[in-house]
Structures are given as C-alpha cells and as structure tokens.
C-alpha cells in the first residue's frame, strides 16, 4: 500500500506548547483517514503541514510524492490538494453568494466558464444547495456553510481532500447528509485520498483508518476494528480512552444523571416570544417554561433561531413580540442584578484574544465583583475544572477551539449564576472534556439548583437532559422529556426520532444522486508561474465585496469631496479680520490718521482701546487680541517737527506664521501712510527712489485656490487609496480567508495585484470625480500637460495603494494597519510635500522626509501641470519615480507576504 | 456608584493590556510622539528662514551687488546670481520661490532719479512662503537703495520710527509653534483611532456581546476605553512634551504645566468619545478607517494648529467651532506660549467640557441603538 502522505520525526513548537513531537507516520492513499484525539493534541497542525499551508519547523513531511518543503512540489500539487479549515465557513465571503463563492474557487483553479457552470451545478444539486445559489454565504445555516465549504474544497477534484473538523457545530440531519455526501464523492473518485479531524467517535467509525493522537504523539494507528480489537474495547470512544497514558484516563467514568427534585416555581418562561429581522422571521411564537433546576435541552437545525432564542433570553436582542420571564419577572434587558443571576456563551468565541486565560478569568470575576479572597480562589478552581492549568499564562488565539470552548465555559460559570444560558457550549470539545463539563452541569443542577438551559448538536448529551424543546424553522416543534420524544414517534433512538421530527416539517429530503463529474481536470494552469485568471479571480472577488459594502462605497467618495469642497473653501493664507486695540495716548491728528489705516483695512478688525501696559499683556495673552498699536503722547507734535517719534506695535507671536504676516501687513500699512504724509505735507520728493514690482508667477491673482487645490488632491490619494488597501490583506488574516491564499495556486503576486486592483480603479474615478469638481466647481484651469496629471494620478494611485498593500502584508491586526497607515500617509502628506510650506523652504531633513514619499513627487505634478502650466517633459522624470515607489512597495509587500502559516 | 467606578477600573486595565500586547501599536505611539515631532518641528518652516532665491543682475553696479548680498540669513540663503534664461526652468521646478531681476542702468537710473524699477518674481504657489518673503524682498531692496542714495547725497532719516515687538515669541520661530502643535495633532489622530477601533474590534470579534450580559452598562465600557487609551495618551504627549519638545528642541514653555495636563484631560475626553461615536457609525474596521480619515484630516489642518483661523471663512469658523480640537489648539497657545492663567481660559476649558459631555452622550445614544443590535 503506497502512502499519500508521510511525516518523519516532526516537532513543531508554538511558544513553549509542543503542538507535534517528534511524529513520525504514514497516511495510506485512496482511502478515509481519521485523526482522532482530544483538542489540542495537533490535529490541525498535522493536516496544516500535509496541506502545505503551514511551515515546517523540524523533520520532513512528503505529501502527493514531493517535499513539501519544496516550493516548487507544493505550488506543483496545490491544485491537487483541496484543504477546509477549522471554524464554520471562515474560508467562505459571506456577501457573496453560493454561486460566486464557488465561481470565485473554480477561477483559483483556472476553469473557464463552461467548465465551472457545469461543476457549480453538479456540486449544488449533490449537496441539496441547488435551491439557493444567490444566497449569500454569510446568511446561510452552519451546515449549509459546510456544505459549501466542501463544494469550494471538491470544485477542482482534488488527490487529497483534508478536512479540519469539518462538522464541528453542525447539526445531526446535516451531519448525516455531509457524511454521505463525502461516500458518494468518494465511490465516483475511489482514488481520491480523504484525512479528516474529528472529535466525533461515532464519525470516525465509518472511517478507513485512524491515527489517535495525545499530547502531540501517535497513540495508535490502524483501522477502526483494529483499534478495538487491539484494546479489546467494544465502542471507539472506549477504545479511544484505553489508548490514552493512564494518567489521561484516571478520572474518566460514565455520566450519571440524577434524579430531578423540582425546583419551586419558573426560572425562563418565553411567552409568544418572536423575533423578525426585516421580512425574516426568525423566531416565531414561542412558548416553553424551564422549570428552576432543570437541564433543558434546546435542538434543533442550525440556523432554526435556537441562539436568537437565547439571545433574548439574555436580553441581548428585544424580542419583536412577547415576552420572557425570567424568575417571574419580565425581563429587563438594564437591570444588573438579573444580569449576574444569568451566565451565558455564546456560539463564536468572544473573550479577549489578547489577554491570557487567566486574566480573561481574572476580568470577569473583577465585574461580577466576586469578593475577594473568594475571587482568587474561585479561578484557580475554574483552571483546575476546566483543565486549563497548563494553559493559563498563554493568549486564547494560540488554543485549539475545544480549549478555547472549555474558557468560556469557565467563564460563564465563574460568578455561580443561578440561570446558565449556553449556545453550543460543547461544539468542538473532544469527548472526555465533554463528559467532565457534563458531569459540572449535572453537579450545578442538582446539588445548586442551577437551572441550565443549552443548545446541542450531540444526541448523547440531549439524553442527558431532563426535557428537550425541538425547533425548526423558528417554531417549537416539540417539548418533552427524551425518552418520552423517542417513545412517542416509536424510534430506536434520539437522533432518529429527531431526524424524524426535521424530515415531517418537510426539511432534508435526500439530494438526487449526483452525475458523475463530466469535465475533464484543467491540470495545466495550476503549474503556471502567474496566472492572469487566478489574479482576475481575486480582482473580482475584491471589486464584488466593495461593491456590495455600500457604507464603505459611500465613505470612499464622499470622504474625498468633502475634503476638498471643505479645504478648497477653508485653507487660505489670506490672514483677515485679525482683531487689534489700539492705545493712543496721543489722540492728536497725526495719530487718527495714522489709525485710520489700520481701521480701513480688511486685514484688521478693531476692538475697543487699551488703556495700560498690563490690559495689553492680559488682552494679548487671553489670545483675544492680535495687536496692540500704541502710540505715545507727543507723536503728532514730534511728528511735525520731524523728530522722528516712535510707535510701538505689539504683536502676538504664538502662532509665527499669523504673527509674521501682521508683520508684513504693518510694513505694507506703514509705506502707504509714509506716502500719504508725503503728499499732505507737500513733499515733491517721490516716497522711493525706485519702483518695486512684484510679479506673483503661476497665479496672478495669489488666489489660494490655485495652490490648495491641487495640494488637497495630492493629499486625498495619497490618503484614502491607501486606507482602502491597508485592511484588505490584513483583514483576511483576522477573519480567516487568508487560508485560501496558502491554499491554493495563487501567488503572492496575483492575490496581492488582485486585491489592489479594485481599488485603483475605485480611487482613478474618486479622482476623476476630483478632477471634475476642480475644473467646474472652482474654476480651475489646467495650464499644462493634461496627459502628465492624469498619468500621474495613475502612477500615484498605483504607488499609494501599494503602499497600504505593504502594511497590509506586514501587519498582523487591523488596529495596528489602521493606524500605521493614517500616520504614515498624514505626517508626510501634510507637512513635506509642499501642500503647506513651499518644498523650498523646507529643512535638509524635512526634504528627506517628503522625498521618501510618493505624495512630494506628485504634488510637483499636480501644481506644475494646474497652476505653473509645465508640459511633458518636464514632468516625466516624477511619473518615473511614481512607478518606482509602486513598484519597489510592492515588491516589499510580496516579500513581506509568507504563503505559508509560521 | 462606587462599583461602577470600579468596574470602569476593571475594563480599563483590560484596554491596557491590550494596547500593551500590541508592540506595533506601541511602536507607532513612539514614533508619533518623538521623531515625529522633531521631523516636523525641525523640517517645517511657516515663516520665512533660509528661503532660496536668486538674482538676475544685469546692472552689475554697487547697489546691484549690495541688494545681492543683502539678502541674508536666518531670512534667506545666500541668492544664486543666475542668467535671464534660467529664471522659468529654476522657478518651475520650485527651486527658486523668489526671483529678482535687476534690470541694466538701474544704478544710475535710481541715482539719476529716474525710479527705475526692479521686479521680484514670486511663485506664488508656494502659499505660506509667497506673501511674506515678497514683503522682505520688497523692504530690503528699498532699504538698501534708500541707504545706498543717502551716502550719495546725505538724505535725512525715516520720518517716523516704527517698532513692531513680537511677544511671546520675539523671533518667530515657527519651530516653537509646529513642535507643540504637532503634539496635540499626534494625540487627536491616536485617540480619534485608537478609541474608535478598539471599539469595532470588540464588535467584530463579539467580545461587546459579552461585556453586555455581564453587569456592566454601555456607559461604563465605553468610559473605561476613553478612560485607558486618553490616560496613555496624556501620559505619552506630557513625557514628549517634557523630554522632546523641552528638553530636546530646547523651546521653552511659559505657562502652568498643571494646569495644560487639566485642559489635555478635557480635551481628551472629548476627542477620544469622538472616535467612539464615529465606530457607532461603522461596522467593520474598513469602514471605521474610511470614516475617520477626512474627520481626522480636517481637525489636523482646520483647528488653527496649522494655518491661523482667521484665514478661515466664518462658516468655517463657526463650524470649526463645535470641535473639541479649535478650543484645546486656542487653550495650548494660551497657556503654553502665552502664559495664561485659569482666569484667561476658563471659557475655552467650559467649552472643551461642554463638547465631551454632548459628544458622550450622542454616543451613549448611538451606542445602545447600534452596538447591541444585530448585524
């Protein structure tokens, strides 16, 4: 038997954790491998180096024939592994629909049209998705987003098919259908090699083959059978124990479940409780009473609105209709004290990611305000329980999702609420840390009259359960006890009777048997080096989410216009209307007139006198005053007999730039009075002996406009091009897309141009609209080359959106993308380039700086090419160094972008 | 109310941590407040110092030479004499922002009393530069032609004697103004960020939904994170004030340091609940980016750090003046440049009070509609 895949002595370290040590083993080919193991013991990680996507740290990994340390073999056999992350759906776009979700894969792949219509619909009619294409994934059903997860993953017939717990949090009816689905794939492509994690065992008994893992080594391997017999155990699960260190299995025995005493009275009571979003209704009119103690059980199929139910019941959501009690009292969704009678988790996880286990404990014993030293004590027992000893100094975004579960389980039961509301508390929580959280509830109800009310999707724990409510499609199907549900439909068990229940409201009818896949496998464009299909897939993909993001469509071109309608009308340098007082001591003739021309003046704009030098401080320092004028007693006298008196201007220096050009004005002020004198007093003498003509060039009027209009333009893209790329890649890192980038062919340069393109376009017609204001609204002309602006605009575009590609690629949080980018882009962009202060009277440094940037070198395009009316030519030397600040980020953005996971 | 004190304590020390658990975030604050200031109050001049213009001199005479050599610095470089033919390419290509041209027999013509004229080319893009320097050049020239005639025929002197004194800032020195300037803009871009998106990270990664079962209210998170990140933010802009601005760039600094930490922390609030509000107004970390970017710009450029306000039209003004930003920019200047005392500014500090607490309570509005409900 030839192995498909082989690992030999692979250690990979995170931190201290020892996620793979020293394994070494061989998966066998063509057939159904099972990983089985509790959480965290490197599931993931063995899959994520057989898929390629993450980098091996030590020992060799040989998959589909090659190295995959080999670049070469892994680009070679990408498009013959297919790889499905972890997590409901985090390789899918939600505001795309089905249908482009697929298309968007089958171009990854390099499928022409015909040949990803005819597989989008094979795959849509195999899986029962075929009735909604134009649904967007993001509003689909956490089965169906498996489903579709699984078409992306089949669209191009992969060799190998890796699965990372792919029905974690899906429900039995869909389970089912998956698993089938997987079969039938498999009886049409018996070559096709399949390796899934999975911490359901019942799952893992139709498998081929298993490897069981603990702590990071191989505990056995073989098939099922083999397993049992080995350990001569009749169930896997058992099987599974028995293989595990004795140390592991010491504390592992059967869940009993008491009986219940009744409580007195009602803890949740939903009254024709009802919730619609828009047209949908997602909760229709429902009623059940949960008795104080009691362990209910709430099943039903995803998207059903058991956790919308929930959500009201926390008062997270304000119903639409109806009412929920909670202990008899309406509930208050305000009111503290009922809060910390309540725990709840929710389904995703949402504890800080940045802060450690323990502190998360920590904080949220802090705002239950546990009393100390209770408190202490409290979370030490929660990491015991909770068996999160080992990992309490370390960040939740480390952990595998069961140990991340166990967390918030341990959270919502840290401040000993009487009510615990739990959405799928146990999704993705292997079964022995699921027997023991069981084993805790079972404890909190009965010995503390907990009442518990839970979401599942394993039928075991609903046995456990005092009653179960069944809900499809918004309403209450059922409520009973379990056995009572499974005597009443005459079923073997519960997940018959359930299936039963789902299949009589009219859901899950078998998907017609599939056609086999017609069309033959484009193997040849998998191994091109770049592919323009591959980029356009992403170019699309990218163009389609903006599209549909209509705030942020909104944002990015109303943002730009209204900074330059704001700063085209805001930014002059004309300095008007500077308040002034004078102290005219003299009050004579000579004096007025001297006044007179400040009063005239537009620039100035009179407050009343000042009488003494500590009213000119004062007034001066409250920055009520620009200037003071103050003129001594005797001027007019001293004046006409020529003795020269002196006037003393007091200005306000805080702002130098203000207090220069009130400078400037005084002179300007002062000449024309000297003149005026002149003439009066009947001198011929001309008032100067030469003429001084200034001759203002590009703008003759020295209208702002002229120069700040272009500036802003410089300013606006270098700006938001490049906050519009800056979150794209990062982004994708966050929510979890970024897995089909390692995944599939691609390359670093298609996704990257890919997921840039959009917004160039976007930001050349932001500036086309720019342009237009410009020209017609302000009246602008464009005095030099046309072509060299708006080629420059081009490069410019090209080089700033570039530009938040690279933080994009380097970064790791959107926060931190966010912030380095409007930094970055603002500091330069206002202050070096010229848009303020002149590029020639900056210093050395202060050069340096805007000459390191794209925005300096297009802001002497854009004032040349509006207002200095300079051709071609001249110009092209800055288009060349544009294109080269775009090319050179980019090529550090490539650089900095790592296909594989670290 | 003391529990919701602490509870507010709690969560702040949450933000702590993860501001500290992000060395990139912690990186750019750096920057931000150190070299960031000193690129910009070392590299931006607003007045006029070493301006580099040149001199076309066709007259080659002594008064030519003697306006050629007049204009100095700190006012301006050492002007290149160049030829007619280089006056368009040396100003297009913004090297020259001023140009001179002495025209042939402009000695004799001046001496002859035949008032010559003489041209001052200014590029009158270079907006900030262009107005005054034109006003320098001018004085220059006539002073220098005016002493140049007197020791030709003994002339007598100007008829009045003008002293124009610049308080607070005798010299002008624009590096004075940008440095603390800069400040303040810094801590308007990190808080207006930092705020906003610590909040659309809750929200995108469903941790407020979490805060919001537990016995906390809208009102004590959204505290707690103006709380954190403002008190970093404080802390941050005082040590660059002290250390960089003080120390460093050696600008002195008149007024009440205590009493500009009480504005700051006024001012704080205010800006930080500013960036709050924004993230109610978006729902994804794009989106927040997208938004926050011209708010940011326009309170950069229009709250009178940068150029005055009284260049603004008044609708402008009026706008500009329901910001928290144009009153703390008038305050800083008072207190720091001007030494005033709480009896000078009282009025902006109300006002900075005013605009935080309307600016809290629209947010607390916004947040209860949007932050609780469903996607």
């Given at each position: 038997m030839s192995d498909v895949a082989a690992l030999a002595n692979v250690t990979q370290l995170y931190g201290t954790t020892r996620a793979l040590d020293d394994v070494t083993i061989a998966l066998p080919e063509g057939k159904m491998i099972g990983l089985i193991g509790p959480d965290g013991v490197g599931k993931s990680t063995l899959l994520a180096l057989v898929a390629g996507v993450r980098r091996i740290q030590s020992g060799g990994v040989t998959a589909l024939g090659g190295d995959m340390a080999d670049s070469g073999h892994r680009a070679a056999c990408a498009a013959r592994i297919a790889y499905m992350p972890q997590g409901l759906g985090r390789n899918l776009y939600p505001t795309l629909s089905v249908f482009e979700n697929l298309d968007f894969f089958g171009r990854l792949f390099g499928q022409g049209a015909a040949e990803r219509e005819a597989r989008i619909k094979e795959l849509l009619a195999s899986t029962g998705l075929d009735p909604f294409p134009d649904r967007p994934a993001g509003q689909l059903s956490g089965g169906m987003k498996q489903k579709l997860s699984l078409c992306c993953a089949l669209i191009h017939d992969p060799d190998l098919l890796i699965l990372d717990e792919p029905t974690t949090g899906v429900d039995p009816l869909s389970r089912r259908q998956f698993w089938d689905l997987i079969d039938r794939i498999r009886a049409r492509r018996p070559g096709m090699s399949v390796a899934v994690a999975t911490a359901y065992m019942e799952e893992a008994e139709r498998f081929d083959w298993l490897a069981a893992l603990d702590?990071?080594?191989?505990?056995?391997?073989?098939?099922?059978?083999?397993?049992?017999?080995?350990?001569?155990?009749?169930?896997?699960?058992?099987?599974?124990?028995?293989?595990?260190?004795?140390?592991?299995?010491?504390?592992?025995?059967?869940?009993?479940?008491?009986?219940?005493?009744?409580g007195e009275g009602y803890a949740i009571e939903a009254e024709n409780l009802t919730c619609?979003?828009?047209?949908?209704?997602?909760?229709?009119?429902?009623?059940?009473?949960?008795?104080?103690?009691?362990?209910?059980?709430?099943?039903?199929?995803?998207?059903?609105?058991?956790?919308?139910?929930?959500?009201?019941?926390?008062?997270?959501?304000?119903?639409?209709?109806?009412?929920?009690?909670?202990?008899?009292?309406?509930?208050?969704?305000?009111?503290?004290?009922?809060?910390?009678?309540?725990?709840?988790?929710?389904?995703?996880?949402?504890?800080?990611?940045?802060?450690?286990?323990?502190?998360?404990?920590?904080?949220?014993?802090?705002?239950?305000?546990?009393?100390?030293?209770?408190?202490?004590?409290?979370?030490?027992?929660?990491?015991?329980?909770?068996?999160?000893?080992?990992?309490?100094?370390?960040?939740?975004?480390?952990?595998?999702?069961?140990?991340?579960?166990?967390?918030?389980?341990?959270?919502?039961?840290?401040?000993?609420?009487?009510?615990?509301i739990l959405d799928e508390p146990t999704s993705g929580v292997d079964p022995i840390a699921r027997d023991s959280f069981w084993r805790l509830l079972i404890a909190l109800s009965r010995e503390d009259g907990v009442t518990i009310f839970i979401s599942t999707h394993f039928m075991n724990e609903a046995e456990r359960c005092d009653r179960i409510s069944l809900m499809h499609a918004g309403k209450v199907l059922a409520v009973d006890a379990p056995a009572a549900l499974v005597a009443a439909r005459g079923k073997a068990d519960l997940e018959q009777t359930f299936i039963s229940y789902l299949e009589g409201a009219g859901e899950g009818a078998e998907p017609a048997e599939a056609v086999g896949f017609s069309a033959p496998r484009a193997a040849a464009s998998a191994v091109r080096r770049f592919d323009p299909a591959r980029l356009w897939a992403y170019a699309r993909r990218e163009a389609m989410e903006i599209l549909r993001d209509r705030l942020r469509l909104i944002f990015a071109f109303v943002g730009p216009l209204t900074l330059l309608l704001t700063f085209g009308y805001g930014i002059s340098f004309d300095v008007e209307n500077l308040a002034y007082a004078v102290n005219d001591q003299d009050n004579s003739l000579e004096s007025r007139e001297l006044l007179e021309n400040f009063a005239g003046s537009r620039y100035f704009s009179q407050k009343s006198d000042v009488t003494s030098a500590s009213e000119i401080d004062r007034r001066l320092s409250t920055g009520e005053l620009k200037l003071v004028v103050e003129i001594p007693a005797g001027f007019g006298r001293d004046l006409v007999a020529g003795k020269g008196p002196r006037v003393a201007v007091w200005i306000d220096g805080a702002m130098p730039f203000r207090g220069e050009t009130i400078r400037s004005y005084i002179t300007g002020i002062s000449q024309t009075w000297l003149a005026e004198q002149h003439r009066r007093r009947g001198l011929t003498v001309a008032a100067s002996p030469i003429n001084v003509e200034t001759r203002f060039r590009y703008n003759q009027a020295f209208k702002s406009i002229y120069s700040i209009i272009p500036g802003v333009i410089m300013l606006i893209l270098m700006l938001v091009p490049s906050m519009l790329t800056a979150l794209g890649v990062v982004r994708e890192k966050e929510v979890g897309s970024i897995a089909n980038f390692r995944s599939t062919p691609v390359t670093r340069v298609e996704f990257l141009l890919g997921k840039q393109a959009p917004y160039i376009v976007l930001s050349f017609v932001s500036f086309g609209i720019l342009m237009a204001t410009a020209l017609l609204l302000f009246g602008l002309p464009v005095r030099g080359s046309a072509l060299a602006l708006v080629l420059g605009a081009a490069f410019y575009i090209y080089a700033t959106t570039s530009l938040g590609i690279l933080f994009s690629a380097f970064l790791r949080t959107q926060v931190a993308a966010l912030f380095a980018t409007a930094v970055v882009s603002i500091i330069p962009a206002v202050n070096f380039s010229g848009l303020l202060v002149s590029v020639a009277s900056l210093s050395t440094g202060g050069r340096l700086v805007g000459l390191a940037f794209p925005c300096g070198w297009f802001q002497e395009i854009s004032i040349g090419a509006f207002t200095k009316g300079m051709d071609f030519m001249h110009l092209a030397p800055n288009l060349l160094v544009l294109l080269a600040f775009g090319l050179f980020y980019q090529l550090c953005a490539v650089l900095a972008l790592r296909k594989q996971e670290a | 109310m003391v529990s919701s004190l602490w509870r507010i304590f709690r969560l702040s020390v949450k933000e702590f941590r993860s501001l500290l658990a992000d060395p990139v975030l912690l990186g750019i604050m750096f920057y931000v407040f150190t070299v960031a200031v000193v690129q910009v109050a070392t590299g931006l001049k607003f007045e006029v110092e070493s301006a580099q213009a040149a001199i076309v001199d066709e007259d080659h005479s002594e008064l030519s030479r003697r306006i050629t050599s007049a204009l100095l610095p700190p006012l301006f470089k050492t002007a290149d004499v160049i030829a007619p033919s280089e006056i368009d390419s040396g100003m297009d290509s913004g090297r020259y922002v001023f140009v001179v041209e002495i025209p042939p027999k402009f000695e004799s013509d001046a001496l002859a009393g035949k008032t010559p004229s003489i041209q001052i080319n200014v590029d009158a893009t270079a907006m900030a530069l262009a107005g005054n320097g034109a006003v320098y050049i001018q004085e220059i020239v006539l002073r220098e032609t005016a002493s140049f005639l007197r020791r030709a025929d003994g002339d007598s002197a100007a008829p009045v004697d003008l002293v124009v004194r610049s308080k607070f800032n005798p010299n002008l020195n624009s590096m004075w103004f940008t440095a603390v300037m800069e400040v303040i803009n810094n801590v308007a871009i990190l808080s207006v960020i930092l705020t906003g998106s610590a909040l659309i990270r809750e929200r995108e990664h469903g941790t407020i939904e979490h805060l919001l079962v537990m016995p906390v209210t809208p009102l004590e998170i959204m505290l707690a994170k103006i709380f954190a990140n403002g008190a970093v933010i404080v802390a941050a802009s005082m040590l660059s004030l002290q250390v960089v601005v003080r120390w460093g760039l050696g600008i002195p600094i008149v007024g009440s340091v205590p009493l500009f930490i009480v504005g700051s922390i006024l001012f704080m609030i205010s800006v930080t609940a500013l960036g709050l509000l924004l993230a109610t107004f978006a729902r994804t970390m794009p989106q927040f980016g997208l938004l926050s970017l011209p708010v940011i710009i326009i309170l950069y450029l229009l709250s009178g750090s940068t150029t005055p306000l009284e260049t603004m039209p008044s609708w402008l003004q009026f706008v500009m003046a329901f910001t928290p930003n144009t009153h703390f920019v008038a305050f800083a200047q008072a207190v720091l440049y001007r030494g005033a005392g709480v009896d000078m500014v009282w009025r902006e500090m109300l006002i900075l009070a005013v605009i935080g607490v309307a600016i809290l309570a629209l947010c607390r509005t916004r947040f209860a509609k949007t932050i609780s409900a469903q996607d």
């Open positions: 702590g990071g080594k191989i505990i056995g391997s073989g098939a099922p059978a083999d397993l049992r017999a080995l350990t001569r155990e009749k169930s896997l699960d058992a099987a599974f124990i028995a293989l595990l260190p004795p140390e592991a299995r010491a504390d592992h025995s059967a869940v009993v479940l008491p009986p219940l005493v009744e619609r979003f828009g047209k949908f209704t997602a909760v229709d009119h429902v009623n059940f009473r949960i008795r104080r103690g009691e362990i209910f059980g709430f099943l039903g199929s995803n998207g059903c609105g058991k956790s919308t139910t929930m959500k009201m019941l926390t008062g997270l959501l304000a119903p639409t209709e109806g009412e929920a009690l909670l202990f008899g009292q309406r509930l208050d969704a305000g009111d503290m004290a009922t809060r910390r009678r309540v725990g709840y988790m929710s389904q995703g996880f949402s504890l800080y990611s940045e802060l450690t286990v323990r502190q998360n404990l920590v904080l949220h014993a802090q705002l239950f305000e546990l009393p100390e030293p209770g408190a202490t004590a409290r979370v030490k027992e929660m990491l015991a329980r909770f068996d999160l000893d080992g990992v309490a100094d370390q960040k939740p975004e480390s952990l595998p999702l069961g140990i991340r579960q166990r967390l918030q389980l341990a959270v919502a039961v840290l401040h000993k609420p009487e009510v615990l | -």
